[in-house]
């Protein structure tokens, strides 16, 4: 069995890189180089949320490196691209040439109808956010902003041309910890599905991509758009509530509705 594995080039993007090579199936890494890990602000923004923007994405940088290390990466064979080339003729040749049973997605921006026909296997991407209740973009950080953090997961859904609604393969939520942050809690969400991989692989490769129980959504969800996304939206995080929606979770003063999971294990 052969893995083609596409991601982005953050702490948490290598990570999961590390624990697919760990199968010892995964052949090929295609990384696109992101945006900045500590953007800068916009520079309208008043210096008060100017500092907030500036804590939250260096809290973040911080928060990575605590669980995940500098972004180093597994010693197999590595092509870089950025979003342009993403969907080029160099990044389609290399995963026809690998010919992969599953080409993997994670991180980067999509793949178009002719990049995906140069994989004749399973198309699978992994999500950083719970599907469907949260699909799109930022859906490590909507959660704790829509005071139910226990959705902060990850799902595995294969990959089609609507954003995030293929069929879910494996999905999972990061365990509930006092003291957690916003950051902290979506790392959690990355490490758990992160050392699940390797089983969900060994069962991709035991029972054959026929015997893995996939479903569809039976509901649209509610797709999150990076344009929704404004820096006073932090205000509520870190003013209101302290960074400490988690501990407010706990406490029971947010309810205790849990999601529904689709698993293989």
């Known amino acids: 069995m052969s893995?083609?594995?596409?991601t982005g080039n953050h702490p948490r993007h290598a990570?999961?890189?590390?624990?697919l090579a760990e199968t010892g199936k995964l052949?090929?890494?295609?990384?696109?180089?992101?945006?900045?890990h500590i953007p800068e602000?916009?520079?309208?923004?008043?210096?008060?949320?100017?500092d907030l923007f500036r804590q939250h994405f260096t809290q973040r940088s911080e928060v990575e490196l605590e669980f995940f290390g500098p972004a180093h990466w597994p010693d197999i064979e590595i092509i870089t691209t950025d979003v342009e080339g993403l969907n080029g003729a160099?990044?389609?040749e290399h995963i026809r040439a690998s010919n992969p049973?599953?080409?993997?997605?994670y991180g980067c921006h999509m793949l178009n109808r002719s990049t995906l026909a140069c994989a004749s296997g399973e198309k699978w991407n992994i999500h950083g956010g719970l599907s469907p209740w949260y699909r799109g973009a930022i859906t490590h950080f909507w959660p704790s902003y829509m005071l139910e953090p226990q959705k902060t997961g990850m799902t595995v859904h294969e990959l089609t041309q609507q954003l995030d609604a293929g069929d879910v393969v494996h999905q999972?939520?990061?365990?509930?910890?006092?003291?957690?942050?916003v950051h902290h809690v979506a790392a959690?969400?990355?490490?758990?599905l992160g050392k699940e991989l390797p089983d969900l692989l060994q069962l991709l490769y035991q029972q054959g991509a026929d015997k893995i129980t996939k479903v569809a959504h039976t509901t649209t969800g509610k797709l999150w758009l990076g344009s929704q996304w404004r820096p006073e939206h932090l205000r509520v995080i870190y003013q209101f509530y302290e960074n400490r929606v988690v501990d407010y979770y706990l406490d029971g003063k947010l309810g205790k509705s849990e999601p529904k999971l689709h698993r293989q294990f």
């Open 15 to 19: 990570f999961i890189a590390r624990c």
């Open 188 to 192: 959690r969400a990355v490490h758990k």
């Open 3 to 6: 893995v083609v594995f596409i």
């Open 172 to 181: 999972c939520v990061a365990p509930m910890v006092r003291g957690d942050g």
């Open 41 to 50: 602000p916009p520079a309208d923004l008043e210096p008060e949320l100017k």
């Open 90 to 92: 160099e990044v389609q």
């Open 101 to 105: 049973d599953l080409l993997l997605t």
């Open 27 to 36: 052949k090929k890494l295609i990384i696109e180089q992101r945006e900045g």
